[in-house]
């Protein structure tokens, strides 16, 4: 055994795992290999593993220990029993006075190598096993903050110690299968970053709910960063599209939600607590706490220190309040995503009938479960817990994680998806409904429900038991086809449940489904606040609240929403269609009423394109041309194509494209490519005008079924008259997609037909088109019907009984 007690983090590197731990040789590979990036990380040292043996070897504690140890296998004692036990031998223990000696004078050095007599560090625990693939430990052994002077650091350092055995470590090395003396503890002793006087937070360097690769996913919350770890805290959330950080001028965040951000930990003045926690202020609640700089600098370092390492990667992160710099604290493998198949996926589905949710939350995982609810309040009272319920509590510590893992499904009223609930749930497979706020008040104890992850970013708590569906897509086996297969997506939360799906981009993007689910509120009232009511205005109020102004909040809500959808399939293209609302549904949402005059029949009103210019709706378009130049000039995505829908006539058209080109999306400009929707018969009928005016066509067979057969799309009454097969509506698609290529221009389908009928896509194969946009959960059938298709032997007429099949007589 060596006697080389401490190490300084720039002398250790990421094999030293076996001596300092990895948590502390992660910090050290930083701080060696990182800095020269850019990277920040705090000054420290390790106490070494060895320390920790010679600390069992000189207070002979260790076959107690073991004495204990054995006593829980046989069953004579409690898990909880047996920790306390082997804690306490810790506790009483003395640190040898070579190692204590060894600790004071490198933190000595610290204080003169920082410049402060009286220096607070971090003392944070790094087992040798820690983090390594398949485990991440997290949260496992105990952290100390705000530590200063010599007698608090040993008194930190033997408690460290002693937490390799609290109950959470033993059961989860259990579990894992780490022999309980083949595990050691080195410990970190860390320069504090001032972030109680600014803010701190966790980082991924990809999706971890999806496991989309491509973004930075951040949590921030005011104060010291135990309060997102714990999951006490609502933090704010950021989305970073990692591939567009080098694109000059690009700052592609792609999400920032507001937290609550209720409390937060500060340093304790006086006394025996070193941190206490505190409310925070009506304006920290209202402000994000990082800027957009701060964002894309932690976003720039998981892009460096994810490559550094060759694999998704969790980070810690902290920013000093006096010196505005952020740190990296922490950085350790992601265990969980990265370890999943990237050619095979897992579908959940509710088959049965849902009601209104009870409550919602931040959705972990992707999967459905259903059980018996059972509300447990304190880890004193895990006993209670009934294996295969769903647990419902406050909020959860590695104290929880017995339970957890015997629970069907887990349900807490706070945390974000950085939490320990959302952390060790999805390391458990367990699907988990996180910062409900009122989970443990509004459900009951035995009540049956169904905990459904399978729906977006939003997880839903619904009354019963819900039936649904699980299927298992080897997507490596999907078939090549010539045809550019593409993607319907309307709900950005739901985008990257799909990013491994083969599509060539976003054929149909739905700007309508952004504002009625995230925005909710008129754009027109939005601007014209004195036409609403009070009590709308207040709500319009809470809405935007974080915002510069209601104007730049349906701004930036729409844009980064946008952006989400075209991130899954980036640089691929992303057909974003302007609103399509109809003035009845435009009418639903907040100060709506004020704005749209009530029609006979909104189907055929005013929507579309004829609201574009139109001095009701104009500034509101307004708004919609900013966030789509802002997607793309702004945030990066050059792929985003404009589509306008429900276009009458080319006159109009002419009059679309000059109010956008006055809100600053010119056609050619920068690359913009402006589509129409072909689903009106005019739209074919003159298809070689309005080939003139745009850069593609795709046709929405929904509306052009409707308007070809003369059928309400929405009328049970004629529902067995609806059919896009029917020869008319077939014989409108095949002109439409002949006249765009005669034309030489594009054209695809977004519409609801490949979808729903096979036979269906393998006409339109036949017929030419470019491109076919399927909803997400058909992809996978239909793109085999399409290769099918693609490969079967077609007659081929020659051009004059082609011509003559196609004998058009407009």
């Excluded at 907040?590 to 004829?610: D, I, K, T, V, Y």
């Excluded at 003159?686 to 079924?705: M, P």
């Amino acid at each position: 055994m060596s006697d080389n007690w401490v190490i300084w983090f720039d002398k250790i590197g990421i094999g030293d795992v076996a001596s300092v731990g990895g948590k502390n040789a992660s910090l050290g590979e930083m701080v060696r290999t990182l800095s020269a990036q850019g990277v920040r990380v705090p000054a420290g040292f390790a106490a070494t593993a060895d320390a920790y043996r010679v600390f069992v070897a000189a207070n002979g504690i260790e076959a107690s220990m073991r004495a204990h140890l054995a006593s829980y296998e046989r069953g004579e004692a409690t898990l909880q029993q047996v920790g306390q036990a082997i804690r306490t031998l810790f506790l009483e223990g003395e640190i040898p006075p070579a190692v204590a000696d060894a600790l004071v004078a490198a933190y000595d050095e610290l204080k003169i190598r920082a410049g402060t007599p009286n220096l607070a560090v971090a003392v944070r625990s790094s087992a040798t096993a820690e983090d390594l693939p398949g485990a991440s430990f997290a949260g496992q052994q105990e952290t100390f903050l705000n530590v200063t002077g010599h007698r608090a650091l040993l008194d930190a350092c033997r408690r460290c110690f002693a937490s390799l055995f609290t109950d959470r470590a033993i059961s989860y090395r259990q579990v894992k299968g780490y022999g309980h003396f083949d595990v050691a503890l080195s410990i970190g002793i860390q320069q504090m970053v001032r972030s109680d006087l600014a803010g701190s937070g966790v980082m991924f360097s990809i999706d971890t709910e999806t496991g989309f690769p491509r973004v930075a996913v951040i949590s921030a919350a005011w104060g010291l960063g135990e309060t997102v770890v714990q999951g006490s805290v609502d933090p704010d959330k950021y989305l970073v599209f990692k591939p567009l950080l080098q694109t000059a001028g690009a700052r592609p965040i792609i999400e920032k939600s507001l937290g609550q951000k209720a409390i937060k930990m500060c340093y304790a003045e006086g006394g025996s607590e070193r941190t206490r926690l505190m409310e925070t202020v009506p304006a920290e609640r209202e402000a994000f706490v990082l800027s957009d700089d701060d964002i894309l600098e932690l976003a720039r370092w998981a892009v460096i220190v994810e490559a550094h390492y060759g694999r998704p990667m969790d980070m810690e992160w902290a920013k000093d309040g006096e010196s505005g710099r952020l740190y990296l604290v922490q950085a350790r493998p992601e265990t969980v995503q990265a370890g999943l198949s990237q050619s095979r996926m897992l579908r959940y589905r509710l088959t049965g009938k849902a009601g209104t949710p009870l409550t919602t939350g931040a959705a972990i995982g992707s999967a459905i479960a259903s059980g018996q609810a059972c509300i447990i309040h304190s880890a004193a009272d895990i006993g209670k817990f009934r294996d295969g319920a769903i647990l419902v509590t406050g909020t959860t510590d590695p104290d929880w994680v017995p339970i957890m893992k015997r629970a069907a499904g887990i349900i807490t009223d706070h945390g974000g998806a950085t939490s320990h609930a959302a952390i060790v749930s999805r390391e458990l497979g367990v699907p988990a409904v996180v910062g409900t706020g009122d989970a443990t008040r509004v459900l009951k104890t035995d009540q049956p429900i169904t905990l459904s992850c399978a729906e977006g970013d939003i997880g839903s708590v619904y009354d019963g038991l819900i039936a649904f569906d699980r299927e298992e897509i080897d997507l490596g086996a999907l078939p090549e086809t010539r045809t550019d297969v593409m993607v319907n997506i309307a709900e950005p939360s739901a985008a990257f449940q799909w990013w491994r799906l083969p599509a060539r981009g976003v054929g149909l993007a739905r700007m309508e489904f952004i504002i009625n689910t995230l925005i909710k509120a008129h754009p027109m009232a939005l601007l014209h606040p004195e036409r609403v009511s009070a009590e709308e205005n207040r709500l319009i109020g809470e809405l935007t609240r974080g915002h510069a102004s209601p104007a730049d909040y349906f701004v930036d809500i729409l844009s980064r929403g946008i952006a989400k959808l075209a991130a899954p399939y980036y640089p691929h293209p992303a057909i974003v269609r302007l609103s399509d609302f109809k003035t009845n549904e435009y009418a639903h949402l907040l100060g709506g009423r004020a704005f749209e005059p009530q029609e006979e029949n909104p189907m055929l009103g005013f929507r579309g394109a004829s609201r574009y210019y139109d001095e009701r709706y104009r500034e509101g378009f307004a708004l919609e041309c900013r966030a789509l130049k802002r997607v793309r000039d702004t945030l990066g995505f050059s792929n985003v194509i404009v589509m306008v829908p429900f276009c009458r006539t080319p006159e109009e058209a002419d009059r679309v494209l000059a109010v956008m080109a006055d809100n600053g999306l010119r056609r050619g400009e920068n690359g913009l490519q402006v589509y129409m929707m072909c689903e009106i018969p005019s739209n074919v009928i003159l298809a070689d005008a309005f080939a003139t005016r745009f850069d593609g066509f795709s046709i929405g067979s929904n509306d052009l079924t409707q308007l070809v057969l003369g059928v309400d799309r929405d009328s049970d009454l004629l529902a067995a008259l609806f059919d896009e097969r029917n020869d008319a509506v077939r014989h409108m698609v095949a002109e439409a997609i002949h006249k765009a290529h005669a034309a030489g221009i594009k054209i695809g389908i977004c519409g609801q037909a490949p979808s729903n009928y096979p036979d269906f896509a393998a006409f339109l194969v036949d017929e030419g088109i470019d491109s076919i946009s399927l909803n997400p959960d058909s992809f996978v059938r239909t793109i085999a019907h399409i290769a099918a298709a693609e490969s079967a032997p077609v007659d081929q007429p020659d051009a004059q009984s082609e011509a003559a099949a196609l004998g058009h007589v407009w």
